[in-house]
């Protein structure tokens, strides 16, 4: 099959023909119809994540058709449209069995842990557990976010944020995630300030419902809930100092190579403040967001800005280091 393949952090990634994947007797191997290419990935190339295997085939985000099944598999089959969490979990620690498959113990994550979707195949274990049926009025272009960025914001802002009707929402970096917590935070009724350098991405967020925009965080203040979700120490402390007191923070982007910054924790104790981590959504929480989405309260479509196919996949991946190379929605690659 053809995949996106890289050696060694930060070198060269190709395209280039591989061994199919096996299936695994719990799993299935699903044939890619679309693919999500989300900064994650360009962390996880540049070895900001030093735990991958290599060499590695990138991807998180997929939507495609189960093409095999392994035998110790009884909800799905081949023909079935899905896609998956990001994270995928195994049904059975201690933390799964609380419901709390997000933050499994022994999670597997395509694209970090083993062979991800930047393929023609991409092989998922314990597909009882992480598979979700994607209904046929969403696309595969607008499945493809389902996976990681979409979910993730949906998450973000409703279980973790609990974002409420009336609330001061601000989105920190309006990228594929911020765009979509925009929208999503906005469903619920909040007036949602959208905060990026990009004229393009302030743009967005205006048309993703943002009531304001500004390119920066100086002078907002009286947030009831922010969210950094470009992810960098500097936007983690610059949406902090917005919270009202006993406001809540909520971090969704990852830090890159500095995972353990100085954070304001004196103003966090005299306010109050509440500082929460959101790591995607499990696939048994799906069916509220789309619900949501069937029901046109969300939609996922308009937060598409580009699509590319598999040859284009190593330049564009190199690419998003750059400064605003995010800005303006979600790139998809479809096979």
């Known amino acids: 099959m053809r995949a996106v393949v890289y050696e060694r952090f930060g070198g060269p990634i190709d395209l280039r023909e591989v061994p199919s994947p096996v299936c695994p007797d719990d799993g299935v191997v699903v044939a890619v ?27 998180h985000e997929l939507v495609g058709t189960v093409v095999e099944v392994g035998a110790g598999v009884t909800r799905w089959s ?9 994270v995928c979990a195994c049904g059975t620690c201690p933390t799964c069995l609380r ?29 009882d557990v992480n598979l979700v049926a994607v209904p046929d009025v969403i696309s ?6 389902l996976g990681c960025r979409f ?7 409703t279980a973790v944020g609990e974002v409420r009707d009336g609330e001061r929402v601000a989105v920190h970096g309006c990228g594929g995630v911020g765009l979509a917590a925009v929208m999503i935070a906005a469903s619920r009724g909040a007036t949602v300030i959208g905060v990026d350098p990009s004229d393009r991405s302030r743009a ?4 993703m419902g943002a009531a304001e925009v500004a390119d920066s965080a100086d002078g907002l203040r009286d947030i009831d809930c922010s969210l950094d979700a470009f992810g960098s120490p500097a936007t983690m402390r610059a949406s902090i100092a917005t919270l009202r007191p006993r406001g809540r923070h909520v971090q969704v982007g990852l830090l890159g190579a500095d995972t353990d910054p100085a954070v304001p924790m004196g103003a966090v104790v005299a306010r109050e403040l509440r500082l ?6 499990a696939a048994h929480e799906y069916p509220a967001m789309l619900d949501d989405i069937a029901r046109g309260a969300i939609d996922p479509r308009p937060l598409l800005r580009d699509v590319i196919g598999l040859d284009d996949a190593p330049s564009r991946l190199a690419e998003l280091g750059a400064p605003g190379a ?5 790139t998809v690659i479809r096979l």
């Open 33 to 59: 119809a679309a693919t999500g290419l989300c900064r994650s990935d360009w962390h996880g190339w540049q070895g900001h994540d030093p735990d991958i295997p290599l060499p590695n085939i990138p991807g």
């Open 151 to 157: 979910a993730t914001a949906y998450r973000a802002v």
């Open 204 to 207: 967005m967020a205006r048309e």
């Open 326 to 330: 995010g800005a303006g929605g979600v």
């Open 276 to 281: 929460l981590g959101s790591h995607g959504m």
């Open 99 to 127: 419901g709390d498959h997000q933050v499994c113990e022994r999670q597997e994550q395509p694209g970090f842990t083993h062979a991800g979707s930047f393929a023609d195949l991409v092989a998922l274990r314990h597909a």
């Open 140 to 145: 595969d272009e607008a499945a493809a976010a």
């Open 78 to 86: 081949p023909g079935d449209r899905v896609t998956a969490p990001f």
